[in-house]
């Protein structure tokens, strides 16, 4: 094992969590960190995929926070404007744009509004009968709710009713984590869907009629009532990179395909940790006086191997997480739908991302990107380029097939629904994301035991969504980081205020 000295603070992962521990370091201090990413670009899930000049988001990133910190954090790196017809891309390069917020459900070859709205179109699509059922549903939950909520379908049945929870959250619940609602902690629920209901997605409706004033914050409005938003012109890889760069200007240092396999303890401290590059070969040590993570918690632990208990690392070792592939298709046009309210020569749909409801398909979500932003497309005048997501575990047989065999199944399947048609299709790309979404199952009921465990290392922080193995979106990985340096910077030991980050019904949306 080769051996490189005595670091300050070594972080792992150059997403957002450990992007934000970075600049936040070289801002504040005259340490320099060393970052170390597995991969060969930042941004983590955040990053930009650029294939033959079309740019892929993964996942879908909507640059909105609660949070005024984080909102003129991203706005000093890029600031915010309206894009100009023709703006050349090297301009581009420094501007965020305010994009206007819509997604739908795509269920019985029809579009619904998201979150639900009561109105004279749902009415007619869903039928007298089963409205009847969801508000007589809704009506007898909110008198006589479940308690205790034991799983998430109680959390759901509670906040919407039975008959609307079947209809809208079960199946596409379970596409998404490919187990049964029953076997997922509502705790989930609390993290990602919040204090929406179908009261507050009325009174939001009723509001909109009159309100004039919508400042890009919208501080008051739930994540998913939220209808406006900053994205980076080129994607928000676009933002980390400029991050990155920040980072490395100011004197830190970032080592990309850099595979962290070993953490050092001793005396209850990390001493160091042991990374393998992507070509394999010899361990290399790295020294350090600070352990910064955002890696999964499951091979954080495993990492650490015997220095940790064995109850620790039987907890740890019982994590589940699910994971993502992304199918970018390049398509001539999509197919004319009856009533789109945008008239548009390669009939392209108005929506960020489509959430697809339907049960004789596997794919999870259809995103758009022109929409996103029009510099996404190489030649968005003439394509139209799309990302087909499919929620699967490493090793099955979606993850295990061909990216030829993949492409053909999205093609295929966005036919088989009428999105597009298949001949229309001109190239496709497969990105596979591995440990994208930390699971509220298998073991998950032992985090506390385990965060316990972890936060009595005193130079040990845990950031972002894998690193505290929570479903948060970026800005809330990104606060994450900024407490955790600020307990650096002053000596602090306690993470309390590092956990406490969204830890209830405050402001993220559900994707």
Same mark, same amino acid.
């Given at each position: ?11 792992? !992962? /150059? ?5 934000t ?19 060969? #670009?930042v ?11 079309n ?8 640059f ?7 909102? *003129?954090?991203? #706005? ?5 404007r /309206? &894009?100009?017809? !023709? ?13 206007s917020?819509l997604? +739908?459900?795509?269920?019985m070859s029809?579009?619904?509004d ?8 749902t009415? @007619? #699509? &869903? ?11 809704? %009506?007898k ?9 034991k ?14 929870y ?5 199946d596409?619940t ?17 993290q ?11 009174w939001h409706a ?15 409005? /739930?994540?998913s009532?939220i209808?406006?938003?900053?994205y ?6 676009q933002?980390? *990179? *400029? ?7 100011a ?13 050092f ?7 160091g940790?042991?990374? +393998? ?12 006086d600070?352990?910064? =993570?955002?890696?999964?918690? $499951?091979?954080?632990?495993m ?11 039987e907890?740890? =070792? ?10 970018g ?6 197919? $004319? ?5 945008? /008239? ?9 991302w489509?959430?697809i409801?339907?049960?004789?398909? @596997? ?39 061909s ?9 295929g ?8 048609? #298949? ?6 790309h497969?990105?596979r994301?591995?440990? %994208? ?26 950031i972002?969504?894998n690193?505290?193995? +929570?479903y948060?979106?970026?800005?809330? =990985?990104?606060?994450?980081? $900024?407490?955790?340096v600020?307990?650096?910077l002053?000596g602090?030991?306690? $993470?309390?205020?590092?956990w406490?980050v969204?830890p209830?019904?405050?402001y993220?949306?559900s994707k």
């Open positions: 094992m080769s051996h490189d000295g005595q670091h300050p603070i070594v972080i792992i !992962g /150059a997403g957002p969590a450990g992007l521990a970075g600049l936040e370091l070289v801002r504040q201090s005259p340490s320099r960190p060393l970052i170390l990413e597995s991969l060969d #670009q941004g983590g899930i955040s990053r930009t995929i650029n294939y033959r000049g740019r892929m988001d993964i996942g879908g990133h909507r909105f926070s609660k949070s005024d910190w984080v909102m *003129q954090w991203w #706005q000093e790196l890029l600031p915010f /309206a &894009l100009e017809k !023709g703006l050349p891309e090297e301009h581009a390069l420094a501007c965020m744009l305010v994009r917020r997604s +739908r459900i795509y269920f029809k579009f619904f998201y979150p639900l709205s009561i109105n004279a179109k009415i @007619r #699509q &869903l039928g007298w009968g089963r409205l009847i059922r969801i508000g007589w549903e809704y %009506a939950a909110s008198m006589f709710p479940i308690r205790p909520e799983n998430l379908e109680d959390f759901y049945i509670n906040r919407f009713g039975g008959e609307l079947r209809t809208f959250f079960k596409y379970e596409k998404v984590w490919g187990v049964g609602c029953q076997d997922i902690s509502p705790d989930w629920g609390a990602r869907i919040k204090s929406l209901s179908i009261r507050q997605a009325v009723i509001q909109g009629l009159f309100s004039w004033n919508k400042d890009i914050r919208q501080k008051k409005v /739930a994540t009532l209808e406006r938003f900053l980076p012109a080129l994607g928000p890889g933002l980390w *990179q *400029q991050v990155a760069d920040q980072i490395t200007a004197g830190g240092e970032l080592r990309y395909g850099k595979r962290v396999e070993k953490i303890l001793e005396n209850g401290r990390v001493t940790v042991a990374t +393998r590059d992507a070509h394999g070969g010899q361990l290399e040590h790295l020294a350090c600070h352990l910064i =993570s955002s890696m999964p918690v $499951r091979d954080l632990i990492g650490m191997g015997e220095a940790v208990p064995a109850t620790i690392r907890a740890a =070792s019982g994590l589940v997480y699910r994971d993502f592939i992304t199918i298709l390049l398509v001539r046009r999509m197919k $004319r739908q009856p009533g789109n309210p945008v /008239a548009h020569p390669l009939n392209l749909l108005p929506d960020t489509i959430y409801q339907e049960p004789n398909v @596997r794919i999870g979500r259809l995103q758009i990107f022109n929409n996103w932003s029009p510099l996404l497309v190489k030649d968005g005048e003439h394509t139209v380029w799309l990302g087909a997501e499919y929620f699967c575990n490493e090793g099955d047989d979606l993850w295990n097939m990216d030829e065999a993949l492409g053909q199944l999205a093609a399947e966005l036919a088989a629904i009428q999105l597009i048609d #298949q001949e229309d299709v001109l190239d496709f497969v990105v994301i591995e440990k %994208a979404y930390p699971a509220y199952f298998g073991s998950f009921h032992r985090m506390p035991e385990i965060r316990e465990y972890l936060d009595k290392i005193p130079n040990l922080h845990l972002g969504r690193g505290m193995h +929570r948060n979106n970026q800005d809330h =990985s990104m606060l994450t980081a $900024r407490y955790t600020e307990n650096i002053t602090n030991t306690d $993470r309390k205020k590092v406490d969204n209830e019904d405050e993220l949306e």
